[in-house]
C-alpha cells in the first residue's frame, strides 16, 4: 500500500512540475520577434493621432491643441499646421501630399492638401536682374 501512495504521489509531483514548466517552455518558443525604440520625441503636449507618410519622411502628430506637427524620422521638427481643436484623427489620404483630418464631433472629414516647398540653393549661380528680386526662377539646363 504504501508503495502504491509513493507512486501515487511521484505521479502527481511529475504532473504538477509539467504544468509548471510546460508554459516557460512554450512561452518562450513564440519569442520570435526582435523590438527596439530607436528614438523617442519628447512633446509638449500629448499627442492625440499619429500618421506616417508612405515614404516615411514624415510624421503627422496631431496634438490636443488642434496643431498637426510634422517631424522628419530623426525626431526633428519641421512645420505646423492649425487644423482646430475639432480634429480628433488624422490620416494619410490616397495621395502623399494628402491627409484625412476627422472631426467626431463636428461629423465632418476635412481633405488637407499639403506642398511641401523645396528650398534650392542658388548661391554661386549665375543669374540676371537684381540679386535680391523676390522671385527666382531656376533653369537645369544639364538635366537628362
Request: aromatic share 8%; proline share 6%.
Given at each position: 500500500?504504501?508503495?502504491?501512495?509513493?507512486?501515487?504521489?511521484?505521479?502527481?509531483?511529475?504532473?504538477?512540475?509539467?504544468?509548471?514548466?510546460?508554459?516557460?517552455?512554450?512561452?518562450?518558443?513564440?519569442?520570435?520577434?526582435?523590438?527596439?525604440?530607436?528614438?523617442?520625441?519628447?512633446?509638449?503636449?500629448?499627442?492625440?493621432?499619429?500618421?506616417?507618410?508612405?515614404?516615411?519622411?514624415?510624421?503627422?502628430?496631431?496634438?490636443?491643441?488642434?496643431?498637426?506637427?510634422?517631424?522628419?524620422p530623426d525626431g526633428k521638427l519641421q512645420d505646423k499646421i492649425g487644423v482646430g481643436s475639432h480634429i480628433d484623427q488624422i490620416?494619410?489620404?490616397?495621395?502623399?501630399?494628402?491627409?484625412?483630418?476627422?472631426?467626431?464631433?463636428?461629423?465632418?472629414?476635412?481633405?488637407?492638401?499639403?506642398?511641401?516647398?523645396?528650398?534650392?540653393?542658388?548661391?554661386?549661380?549665375?543669374?540676371?536682374?537684381?540679386?535680391?528680386?523676390?522671385?527666382?526662377?531656376?533653369?537645369?539646363?544639364?538635366?537628362?
Open positions: 500500500m504504501l508503495i502504491k501512495n509513493i507512486k501515487v504521489i511521484e505521479k502527481l509531483v511529475f504532473c504538477l512540475l509539467a504544468i509548471l514548466i510546460v508554459p516557460i517552455f512554450v512561452a518562450n518558443s513564440f519569442a520570435g520577434v526582435e523590438w527596439d525604440i530607436q528614438k523617442t520625441i519628447k512633446m509638449d503636449q500629448p499627442p492625440v493621432d499619429v500618421a506616417v507618410s508612405a515614404d516615411g519622411k514624415r510624421i503627422f502628430v496631431l496634438s490636443e491643441t488642434g496643431e498637426i506637427l510634422i517631424y522628419a490620416e494619410i489620404g490616397p495621395q502623399e501630399d494628402m491627409l484625412l483630418l476627422k472631426s467626431r464631433s463636428n461629423q465632418t472629414l476635412e481633405i488637407l492638401v499639403i506642398d511641401f516647398i523645396q528650398k534650392i540653393n542658388t548661391s554661386n549661380s549665375p543669374f540676371k536682374g537684381p540679386a535680391d528680386a523676390p522671385v527666382v526662377i531656376a533653369v537645369f539646363s544639364d538635366f537628362q
